[in-house]
């Protein structure tokens, strides 16, 4: 269980960071595009050079990467209309909601009442950041969330039937999804232009991605799912304090009293395991 605590926040500090980079892009689907364009290329070598997976596992990789198709075009129009401390956690904390949920209906996980009830209260205080928001901002980070919580669920339960290969294969899957998506969206050319730019920034972003949800396949190894999807939303207190602090978005006091019920919650989540 240690384990799967640290690879978890390891893996928050990561995927704030990421979304950070989207979020600051002047397009951020095109920033979130290249980024799993480029994380897709690089699993499909190290998946390669690791031995593979079996067939079967390809069946839920195409799942996973149908849902990013739905998850990047919706991540991306709600960093470019909406806050980055409102979209990342409303976003973050929906996803971790339905990924308990299916974690305990769908793959067998056995969560204490008490792990339920933190984790009730996380999510809770990741809606009190909502409050007061635009209802197009909120729909499309609700949105997001489903398809967390969709990929999430899907994903782990390969990574346990298939190993630790398959965070190379859902990657590559998922960049060879979104290529297609990209292109047929007839973005081609501005996907060039944009990496002529900032493709540093944008593999930098793109390894950070492959390590993030590489620890998290890892951790769900090791402990429940619900355990592991909320306790790497402690990423929402980064984007809170980097929204109010220094991207000038609004509410910042009201949000970081949301994000200590936050920090209650997986203070609860951790002592009930």
């Known amino acids: 269980m240690l384990l799967a605590t640290v690879l978890a926040l390891t893996a928050a500090v990561l995927h704030a960071g990421w979304n950070l980079f989207a979020k600051r892009s002047e397009d951020p689907f095109l920033a979130l595009w290249g980024q799993f364009l480029i994380a897709g290329a690089a699993s499909a ?20 990467g149908c849902v990013h198709i739905v998850y990047l075009i919706a991540l991306g129009w709600a960093y470019a209309h909406g806050d980055f401390s409102l979209a990342y956690p409303i976003a973050r904390g929906g996803g971790a909601l339905l990924a308990a949920i299916g974690g305990i209906v769908l793959l067998g996980d056995d969560l204490k009442w008490l792990s339920i009830a933190a984790i009730v209260v996380v999510v809770a205080g990741m809606a009190l950041l909502a409050a007061g928001a635009a209802r197009a901002e909120v729909w499309a980070a609700l949105i997001v969330a489903a398809t967390i ?5 899907s994903d782990s339960h390969a990574a346990r039937e298939y190993g630790d290969n398959y965070i190379f294969a859902t990657q590559a899957a998922s ?7 990209g292109l047929t969206m007839g973005r081609g050319r501005d996907l060039v232009a944009f990496l002529s730019t900032a493709w540093k920034r944008t593999t930098v972003a793109a390894a950070m991605t492959i390590l993030a949800y590489g620890l998290v396949l890892i951790a769900v190894q090791h402990a429940p ?3 592991v999807a909320a306790l790497r939303e402690s990423s929402v207190l980064i984007a809170v304090f980097v929204g109010a602090r220094y991207l000038g978005e609004g509410r910042g ?8 019920l936050i920090v209650g919650g997986l203070v609860l989540l951790v002592i009930s395991r």
């Open 45 to 64: 070598v190290l998946l390669v050079a690791t031995g593979g997976v079996p067939a079967a596992a390809w069946v839920f990789a195409g799942i996973s």
């Open 149 to 153: 919580g969709a990929y999430t669920l």
């Open 175 to 181: 960049g060879l999804m979104l290529l297609l998506a």
């Open 225 to 227: 799912v619900g355990y």
């Open 253 to 260: 006091r009201a949000r970081m009293i949301a994000a200590g």
